[in-house]
């Protein structure tokens, strides 16, 4: 029964990476390049005992000339200094879909989640 909630979670998971790396690729390919600054670090507690989480604030205008405000968690281990410019990226006329596109984590983010995902299920249904 165990390897029954393992392929579960695992098609689950292979699910959501491939829709993450679909986003991305759209992103990559359709979206609209701006150049945003960041503003402030937010942290909210964890939940179930897993610490805090600290998100970047970017604030950047989107293609409607509007202002807007990112939360990216992916960023949010400080490695952008307040003040200092972020590129976003964000599909036309959809910025609530804005991610920081800074290179070094553009597979890294995906690539590991999905072969885990895959392991989880190849490991469901070898057994």
Do not use: K
């Amino acid at each position: 029964m165990d390897y029954v909630v393992l392929l579960v979670l695992g098609l689950g998971a292979v699910g959501y990476g491939v829709h993450q790396a679909v986003l991305h690729y759209r992103l990559r390919r359709h979206g609209i390049r701006v150049r945003g600054l960041v503003a402030r670090y937010e942290s909210s507690p964890g939940t179930g005992g897993s610490g805090p989480t600290t998100y970047t604030v970017v604030e950047f205008i989107d293609d409607q000339g509007r202002a807007c405000e990112l939360r990216d968690q992916a960023t949010g281990r400080r490695r952008l200094r307040v003040g200092d410019g972020a590129p976003v990226l964000f599909l036309p006329g959809a910025p609530g879909n804005a991610r920081v596109d800074i290179a070094g984590r553009r597979l890294g983010e995906y690539v590991p989640f999905l072969v885990a995902c895959c392991l989880f299920v190849g490991y469901a249904l070898w057994r």
